[in-house]
C-alpha cells in the first residue's frame, strides 16, 4: 500500500498491489487531483489499474478519474449507490462551489456497507461510514490492519457535516462503529498524516 498527496487540499490517494509480480493488477483508493505522482508510480511498477474504488464523491477525490481512465480503460470504478448521480453532477460533488465544475466518468459498480472486496490479492470489509457524504465507505483489511476511511475521521480531527447531504448524527454513529476496530487498526484518512484507532479514541477531542 503506498499513499500519495494529491492536489490542492492535499488528498490522499492510495495505490494498493502485491509486490513482486510484473504486469500485476492495482486497486487506487481516490485518485484524487492531479494525479500525475500516482499515475508515474504506477507506469514505473509497470501495474495495470484494475480497479478504482471511491470512499465517497466529492471532487477532492474523483478528480483524477478521467486522467487514470484514460490511461487504463478498462478499470472499473466502483462507489456506494447513493453516490454515483454525483460523480457527474457538479453542484452534488461540490466542484460547481469552487467554480471547476467536473464532470468524471460513470460508476460502473455500485459497493455496500455488510459486504467485501478484493484489492492487492486481499478481501477487504466494507463498512458503511455516511455522514461526512451519504455513501461514504470505509475499506478494512484486518490481516495488514488497516482502514482506508476517506473524510470520515483524521488524525485529531473528523470529517465536516455542512456540506449539502452531510449528516451529522450519521458521521457520529460512523464514527463509533470506527472505534469498535482493533486499537492498533492504522487509520489512513482523506487528507491529513495516518493515525490508529488507539490514538484517536484516546485524544481525538470530536469523539
Do not use: K
Not at 48 to 62: F, G, N, P, Q, S
Not at 94 to 111: C, D, E, N, R, Y
Amino acid at each position: 500500500m503506498e499513499a500519495f498527496e494529491l492536489g490542492d487540499l492535499g488528498t490522499n490517494a492510495y495505490l494498493a498491489y502485491r509486490t513482486g509480480e510484473p504486469d500485476a493488477a492495482a486497486t487506487v483508493f481516490d485518485p484524487g487531483q492531479r494525479p500525475g505522482p500516482l499515475l508515474a508510480r504506477i507506469r514505473g511498477l509497470g501495474l495495470a489499474v484494475e480497479r478504482v474504488v471511491l470512499t465517497h464523491a466529492h471532487a477532492d477525490h474523483i478528480a483524477g478519474l478521467a486522467e487514470l481512465r484514460d490511461l487504463h480503460p478498462g478499470c472499473a470504478i466502483e462507489i456506494h449507490a447513493a453516490e454515483t448521480a454525483y460523480l457527474q453532477d457538479p453542484e452534488n460533488n461540490l466542484s460547481a462551489w469552487i467554480g471547476q465544475p467536473l464532470v468524471a466518468p460513470a460508476a460502473t459498480g455500485t459497493l455496500a456497507g455488510g459486504t467485501t472486496t478484493r484489492a492487492a490479492g486481499l478481501d477487504w470489509a466494507i463498512l458503511a461510514t455516511p455522514g461526512h457524504s451519504p455513501g461514504g465507505l470505509t475499506f478494512h483489511q484486518q490481516e495488514l490492519g488497516l482502514a482506508i476511511v476517506g473524510d470520515t475521521l483524521f488524525a485529531g480531527g473528523v470529517g465536516r457535516t455542512d456540506f449539502p447531504h452531510s449528516d451529522p448524527a450519521a458521521l457520529q454513529a460512523s464514527l463509533r462503529q470506527l472505534m469498535t476496530l482493533p486499537e492498533d487498526t492504522r487509520v489512513l484518512p482523506g487528507h491529513g498524516p495516518e493515525t490508529t484507532v488507539g490514538r484517536e479514541r484516546a485524544g481525538n477531542p470530536f469523539l
